[in-house]
């Protein structure tokens, strides 16, 4: 049911409720052994958690080709299918702040820019389906892969008024993607990005326990 008049809140997934590294650096790694190029180490595959994989493999390819682009998605997606997204941990307080949240009558939205289905299988997994109204994120197609088409389709189809949300995350694009919509953030610094790339964020938080008072001193 869409938000109507409830204050809403949009919630990066990787990084921000969940430290997926393992899951993701070894898909990448399974994909570049796949495609015969270097493999680089997983802790050198930091950077490739957050932005659309598009991009991650444009930089990891060094080519702009659409059909090497999408290999290495697919390739990727081959083993994270099945494998990689359960290769996952829950960042240690969310369930708190999440069950804080919904206790004050907030609309809650995924908003990740991995494959929709993937977010709700990692949603279910680790039982938290029933914090949430909604869940969005990218499509087969590439469709609102990049944050700030995301949050425009989430704010139309859930019938928000972007005065009345937040986007919460961990990264740039984040900030970026909820700015252009006019929509505030609130930056995370337990995930891959730190306090200079969320410069423009509304808030920086340090622990999830934090976010609830955070939020009400954006929307009152």
């Not at 990084?15 to 790694?29: A, Y």
């Not at 004050?104 to 680790?126: N, P, W």
């Not at 995301?150 to 970026?176: C, F, K, N, W, Y």
């Amino acid at each position: 049911m869409p938000a109507g008049k409830r204050r809403a809140l949009l919630f990066d997934l990787d990084g921000t409720l969940t430290d997926p590294f393992v899951g993701i650096t070894r898909s990448v790694q399974y994909a570049m052994e796949r495609l015969g190029r270097p493999v680089p180490a997983a802790d050198d595959l930091r950077w490739c958690i957050g932005p659309p994989l598009k991009l991650a493999f444009a930089r990891l390819l060094e080519t702009a080709d659409e059909a090497a682009l999408d290999e290495g998605v697919r390739l990727y997606r081959e083993r994270y299918a099945t494998t990689g997204k359960y290769e996952n941990r829950l960042v240690d307080g969310v369930p708190d702040m999440l069950a804080a949240l919904v206790a004050k009558g907030y609309f809650l939205t995924i908003a990740t820019s991995k494959l929709k289905t993937y977010a709700g299988d990692i949603i279910e997994h680790f039982k938290l389906g029933a914090c949430f109204d909604a869940v969005h994120g990218a499509e087969l197609d590439g469709r609102n892969s990049a944050k700030g088409e995301l949050v425009s389709h989430i704010l139309a189809t859930e019938q928000i008024d972007p005065a009345t949300a937040v986007m919460i995350g961990d990264r740039s694009h984040d900030v970026v993607g909820a700015s252009a919509n006019g929509v505030p953030a609130i930056g995370v610094l337990w995930g891959y990005g730190d306090r200079a790339e969320l410069a423009g964020a509304a808030r920086i938080a340090a622990r999830p326990a934090e976010i609830p008072d955070l939020v009400e001193q954006i929307l009152g």
